[in-house]
């Protein structure tokens, strides 16, 4: 009874692994093109080829809510004020005072 379980838990254990195997097929059917085909192809490929050429290409403005806005693009915003070594961004001799 207990060879019975063994080999039944073994089985059990064994098919997940056996699930992952990869199926791979030595010998695989080769098709070959034939000369008909290949002329087809050849042709498929140049039309295609040719109607890649005819597209334009965009030397619009890439900004989709360009016409949307009213007014033209803002500069760069103010650069920010220089810190002093306390890390307060006040200017040195300004007239602010602390008080004691």
């Known amino acids: 009874m207990r060879v019975l379980c063994a080999i039944a838990v073994a089985v059990l254990l064994s098919a997940p692994a056996y699930a992952q195997m990869p199926n791979v097929n030595l010998m695989p059917e080769?098709?070959?093109k034939t000369q008909e085909e290949k002329d087809q192809?050849?042709?498929t490929d140049r039309a295609y080829k040719n109607s890649l050429s005819k597209i334009p290409d965009a030397k619009g403005s890439s900004d989709?809510?360009?016409v949307v806005r009213s007014d033209p693009p803002k500069a760069a915003a103010h650069?920010?004020?220089p810190k002093t070594r306390t890390g307060?961004?006040?200017q040195?001799?300004?007239s602010?005072?602390?008080s004691q």
Do not use: F, L
């Open 88 to 90: 307060s961004s006040t």
């Open 79 to 81: 650069p920010a004020k």
């Open 96 to 98: 602010t005072q602390r």
């Open 30 to 32: 080769v098709k070959t």
């Open 41 to 43: 192809d050849a042709i």
């Open 92 to 94: 040195p001799g300004s």
């Open 64 to 66: 989709p809510w360009g």
